[in-house]
């Protein structure tokens, strides 16, 4: 019977994966090409979805207790799924409001992937069931963006790319159907697991960290507020501003910089092959070599990514010499994977025992920081908007340093409540 039920469990946890695969094939290839087809326009829907999302990651977790798992799941699949059919007609007055929708979705169909995969699991089979989750769902920005410049690259109209993923996205909406309620027994086995909130919240398009949430358990306002009044929590609100700042220069800024639409399918490739096998590789490299160890070569990717896409940006170099552009990727997505590793390993360090709090708060500042950014850009020319991100990421680094030295070790962290 235990076997049977592992197997029932591990299906269920792979189905998961697949259709999480499917849903994000669609909506990530759909946010790289935002800034690109749609100009303006898709800097502001990104700007106003995660700026929703940021909201609505304070209460989504009632609305999953209330609606419960599958069918949060399927609300929030289908709400992605109109944001990616509208690309097929982006006008403001239909696209903004299904960014403000998609930002709720978002918010409510990560906090249930997380209860879900919490009560399929057992203490002793949670981090396996979270690796296969996610050796599944993270290549989603690899084939999905592959496709993209397969398509675009027959001669075939985004009209047609867009009308493709929704479907693909229809299809993933509909499936969510099939997953099986839980086992009665992983759900009383995995209580404490929840109840004492060992993980941590996910982010808008899926692709960092691999934690899981511990998301039914209802965090006020006032909880979330009141960790801005720790000195760890503070010297901690740089770099989280930081990770905000560079999600809106990765996937909107640097992709208008490659500006062709077929580039940007195979320049976004190598970004997701570099981020979601830098996931996996840090997070080993980070049990060996330590955090600091991981974030200085995560800022010194960045850094370099930086430097040579300045200079792809500047007299038309990003289409006569396209091998920086493939470079500045690999650097950006490994940078992006070491700081969304070390970040989620800090807050969760840190804040075992108020998870749900501290990460909360630290997706507020991420997702609203991400919508100010996508706000601005359209402002400001690249080499601007990298000033804007290395300062910040500069700050984050120095608030870091004196958080390592004088407060709390990074390497050897103390509960912050014990301080």
Not at 28 to 45: A, K, P, V
Not at 196 to 209: A, K, V, W
Not at 388 to 411: C, K, M, R, W
Request: glycine share 8%.
């Amino acid at each position: 019977e235990l076997k049977d039920s592992l197997s029932v469990e591990t299906l269920n946890v792979a189905l998961l994966g697949a259709l999480f695969f499917l849903l994000f094939f669609s909506y990530n290839t759909t946010q790289n090409f935002q800034s690109s087809i749609n100009g303006d326009l898709g800097f502001y829907s990104l700007s106003v979805l995660y700026f929703f999302f940021s909201i609505s990651n304070l209460f989504s977790a009632l609305i999953v207790f209330k609606l419960g798992e599958k069918f949060s799941l399927i609300l929030g699949a289908f709400l992605y799924t109109a944001y990616v059919a509208a690309q097929m007609y982006p006008v403001a007055w239909l696209l903004l409001p299904l960014a403000a929708t998609l930002g709720f979705g978002a918010a409510v169909l990560w906090t249930a992937q997380g209860s879900l995969i919490t009560k399929y699991s057992t203490p002793e089979s949670l981090g396996r069931n979270n690796g296969i989750f996610f050796s599944v769902f993270c290549f989603n920005m690899i084939f999905g963006n592959l496709f993209a410049a397969v398509f675009l690259s027959a001669g075939l109209d985004t009209f047609y790319l867009f009308l493709v993923l929704t479907i693909v996205s229809t299809v993933a909406s509909c499936l969510f159907v099939l997953l099986r309620k839980p086992p009665p027994r992983m759900m009383q086995s995995t209580t404490k697991e929840v109840n004492d909130g060992s993980g941590e919240d996910m982010p808008l398009s899926g692709t960092e960290g691999g934690e899981i949430p511990a998301p039914l358990k209802r965090v006020s306002l006032m909880e979330t507020v009141m960790l801005f009044r720790e000195k760890t929590m503070l010297l901690l609100v740089i770099i989280s501003i930081y990770s905000g700042l560079s999600q809106s220069l990765n996937y909107g800024s640097f992709t208008l910089v490659i500006g062709d639409p077929v580039l940007i399918g195979y320049v976004m490739a190598v970004y997701g092959v570099c981020d979601s096998f830098g996931s996996i590789v840090n997070g080993k490299l980070s049990d060996k070599l330590g955090k600091r160890a991981i974030i200085a070569l995560s800022a010194a990717s960045a850094v370099i990514a930086y430097v040579i896409s300045t200079v792809a940006s500047i007299n038309g170099n990003a289409q006569s010499h396209q091998w920086l552009l493939y470079v500045s990727a690999c650097f950006l997505g490994y940078a992006d994977s070491g700081f969304n590793t070390q970040i989620y390993s800090m807050y969760g360090a840190y804040y075992g025992s108020q998870s749900e709090a501290a990460f909360a708060a630290f997706k507020l500042i991420q997702a609203t920081s991400t919508a100010v950014a996508f706000f601005y850009s359209p402002f400001l020319t690249y080499p601007f908007l990298v000033l804007i991100t290395a300062f910040f990421l500069a700050l984050g680094l120095e608030s870091l340093v004196f958080l390592d030295i004088y407060v709390n070790p990074i390497d050897k962290p103390v509960p912050a409540e014990l301080l």
